[in-house]
Nanobody
Framework: QVQLVESGGGLVQPGGSLRLSCAAS????????TGWYRQAPGEQRELVAV???????NYVDSVKGRFIISRDDAKNTVYLQMNSLKPEDTAVYYC?????????WGQGTQVTVSS
């Protein structure tokens, strides 16, 4: 069982930056992948960014060039650096981890981009 706790959300103006953190209760080095999803009101949850155990990354087209996912295995933490934020980035952001057929979720952190 892996527990994931997100932090770093908040209110930011358009063009601003935020860094989300996802702290895992145990080692993340054995996970197949960790990632960030988001869900806006009335919308389906979508994958934003993922990083594999090998360090390969992938992003949804709408955030490419603006968001960066990274991991610090020593701290058992995954990050999402979000730059040049837009109002359409407003959503609850969830951390996700996968190992084999098991999948784990955090409780989510709200990101609001508004002037």
């Amino acid at each position: 069982q892996v527990q994931l706790v997100e932090s770093g959300g908040g209110l930011v103006q358009p063009g601003g930056s935020l860094r989300l953190s996802c702290a895992a209760s145990g080692s993340i080095s054995w996970l197949d992948s960790t990632g960030w999803y988001r869900q806006a009101p009335g919308e389906q949850r979508e994958l934003v960014a993922v990083i594999t155990g090998y360090g390969n990354t992938n992003y949804v087209d709408s955030v490419k060039g603006r968001f960066i996912i990274s991991r610090d295995d020593a701290k058992n933490t995954v990050y999402l650096q979000m730059n040049s934020l837009k109002p359409e980035d407003t959503a609850v952001y969830y951390c996700n981890a996968r190992r084999g057929r098991y999948e784990y979720w955090g409780q989510g952190t709200q990101v609001t981009v508004s002037s």
